[in-house]
């Protein structure tokens, strides 16, 4: 018989402690739905209710005269079955972790799973006739059964083979967490063992809090399931939620949105500016779709829906894009957001994760052609798979610096003679073969790829300037291709400046091309860049003038020296049957005149073509009339013909 004197109830006071702080601090956070959040908060609430009966069980047994015979029994079985349907749920919160349950096991792994449980269950059932784990005397007084130390050794064989099922017998948990479990077995264990060894010490419950705590700090904190800028759920509890959601349900809805501007907004206004605004469009999703909501990537959100009608699909993705029509607020400021949103069906369209980000990535693929809101089951997946490889190449050719720069001469009406020349980049894989710049630089703008690239493009044509004395073959300079991102960085103007310094190039040597989609949609960063650089003496070109029917107002408000019509204006005022776009034409080139700047004709083909554009007074003409984009050593061959044919 147990004395009453030998009893130390301060583990298990600790143990309630303990587990009850873990588990306010648990269920007051945002939590995943998943098995595995389950069964830990159930294994949680078992364990205290252990520590409470046992705490009842140990006062019945010191105080039998104030505990009537049939509650000291009650307590008795109550404790053991609580702890033995604690430690099932320990194996069933293991096998969560691995992402399996226990109809998928083999009839091997399921017997070892289920024997160490159905012997003690046999034990407590047969308890009141055999009394091999307890029994009370004819005075009440409680006595341990000769067998008790059988539960426990159970009990040890069970979490010693779980802890092996988990670390050792499958290959599907990274090694942290394999240590952890060991870890939480040990702590489990080793207080056990101390209690049969010295009854007086209940320590075994104090061992269980003690692995629930370190479960928590390495497995359960649902930190770390949440992105820290956005308090969305993160990409890898996605991945738990939706191996959960094909397990459990056979029908879902997977809404995946793709912040297009994001990239931008971080270069141009900052980080800090771009997450204010994903943490108002979080916010925003959030409480619509309370705790279904992910952050998948940094300019893409998930919605994980279970929708039973097929026809309130179209409604949430068309309330979505009306939202996304409106303004987003960052601090004192606002602006406008666009999204691309698209329906996966899980799992008709997805069977795996990696799918579902194939998607994501089409989606960051396409163009302003596209609708806004797309299937799943009507997407293109060739198309991705193209825009993948070709991403692949920018990566290798950024790593090499293996672009090639190509030179299109450009004439001089005035002089006769080859006056510049347009800077353009070619790109040639080893495995894809040539690339076209009109397929890879619209990728590298979206991938935040275009910044290295045009560092690239900058040295190798400041290089070709300085090694091979272009102005004393008549060279006046060379027009650069100015992408709109890469003019809006803050830094902008002192690194291009810095840059040529570093080469040892004159500002007057170099002419700045930006297209009059960008110039018209220009922040007020890429105009005082723009600024900046003017009046450091580098000049600029606009470029593609006549494809976008932009605000002349606003184009007067940047610093241009030089108009270049694009090859559509051309074509149109001298191959078309009419004269309505000799009108056109000759009112753009007498308007560009009045403003004492300087007109470029693109995609000059012919004689005629040429003679033409000479007399309505066009200062420059390009084309292939003159030459196609040629590479360096060809191109210095080239001007030191053409010009030296013209000066004889």
Not at 455 to 460: N, V
Request: aromatic fraction near 12%; charge should be negative; glycine fraction near 4%.
């Amino acid at each position: 018989m147990l004395h009453i004197n030998t009893f130390n109830l301060a583990y298990n006071i600790c143990s309630i402690i303990l587990m009850t702080v873990v588990l306010i601090t648990y269920l007051s956070k945002k939590r995943l739905k998943s098995m595995q959040n389950r069964l830990y908060t159930t294994l949680l609430c078992m364990a205290l209710l252990v520590a409470a009966t046992d705490i009842s069980n140990v006062l019945g047994i010191m105080y039998p005269e104030d505990i009537p015979l049939w509650a000291g029994y009650l307590n008795n079985y109550m404790f053991y079955a609580l702890e033995l349907f604690t430690i099932l749920v320990f194996g069933l919160y293991v096998m969560a972790l691995t992402d399996r349950a226990f109809s998928q096991e083999r009839l091997l792994t399921k017997i070892c799973l289920t024997v160490p449980v159905i012997l003690p269950c046999i034990m407590l059932i047969t308890n009141p006739f055999t009394g091999m784990v307890f029994y009370y005397d004819q005075n009440g007084q409680y006595h341990a059964g000769d067998y008790r130390y059988v539960i426990y050794l159970m009990f040890f064989i069970y979490l010693v083979y779980i802890a092996a099922y988990g670390a050792f017998l499958k290959e599907l948990l990274p090694a942290k967490l394999k240590a952890v479990l060991c870890l939480a077995v040990v702590a489990v264990c080793i207080p056990g063992w101390f209690r049969l060894v010295f009854p007086a010490h209940i320590s075994d419950v104090f061992g269980l809090a003690i692995a629930i705590l370190i479960l928590y700090v390495n497995i359960q904190n649902p930190e770390e399931y949440l992105d820290m800028t956005t308090g969305l759920f993160n990409p890898h509890a996605f991945r738990k939620s939706f191996l959960f959601n094909r397990r459990h349900y056979h029908s879902n809805h997977l809404i995946v949105i793709f912040i297009e501007d994001i990239p931008v907004l971080k270069q141009v206004m900052g980080v800090e500016t771009a997450n204010q605004i994903l943490k108002e469009i979080a916010d925003y999703l959030d409480q619509r779709f309370s705790r279904n909501v992910f952050q998948l990537g940094s300019e893409l959100f998930g919605i994980m829906l279970r929708i039973e009608a097929e026809g309130q699909v179209p409604e949430v993705m068309r309330s979505l894009d009306e939202r996304f029509m409106k303004k987003w607020r960052y601090g004192s400021g606002e602006t406008d957001m666009t999204a691309r949103i698209i329906e996966i069906r899980l799992p008709e369209d997805a069977q795996d994760v990696e799918t579902v980000y194939s998607y994501s990535d089409y989606l960051g693929a396409l163009d302003a052609s596209h609708k806004w809101f797309l299937y799943a089951r009507a997407v293109d997946m060739q198309f991705l798979q193209r825009k993948t490889d070709v991403e692949g190449a920018l990566r290798r050719a950024i790593e090499k610096k293996s672009f090639e720069m190509y030179f299109q001469p450009i004439y001089c009406v005035s002089e006769d003679n080859i006056a510049t020349a347009e800077a353009l980049v070619r790109l040639e894989d080893p495995e894809m073969g040539m690339i076209s710049p009109a397929e890879f630089i619209p990728i590298a703008e979206k991938s935040g790829l275009i910044l290295p690239i045009s560092d690239i493009i900058f040295r190798k044509v400041f290089a070709f300037i300085r090694d091979n004395e272009l102005m004393s073959k008549g060279l006046q300079y060379i027009e650069i291709n100015l992408s709109m991102i890469q003019c809006m960085q803050e830094s902008f103007s002192d690194k291009l400046s810095g840059m040529m310094q570093e080469y040892g190039i004159s500002s007057n040597r170099i002419n700045l091309e930006v297209t009059e989609t960008a110039a018209v949609n220009s922040p007020r960063r890429l105009r005082e860049n723009m600024q900046e650089l003017y009046e450091r003496g580098i000049r600029f070109s606009l470029d593609d003038f006549g494809t976008g029917y932009s605000n002349i107002d606003s184009l007067m408000d940047l610093p241009l020296d030089m108009i270049k019509l694009d090859k559509s204006m051309i074509d149109m005022a001298t191959y078309a049957a009419d004269d309505k776009g000799k009108i056109v034409l000759g009112s753009a080139v007498a308007m560009v005149k009045r403003m004492n700047m300087k007109i470029v004709a693109e995609g000059v083909e012919t004689r005629e073509q040429k003679e033409y554009l000479e007399a309505m007074g066009v200062d420059y003409l390009q084309g292939y009339y003159f030459s196609k984009p040629i590479p360096e050593e060809e191109f210095v061959v080239f001007i030191e013909k053409f010009n030296v044919r013209k000066r004889g």
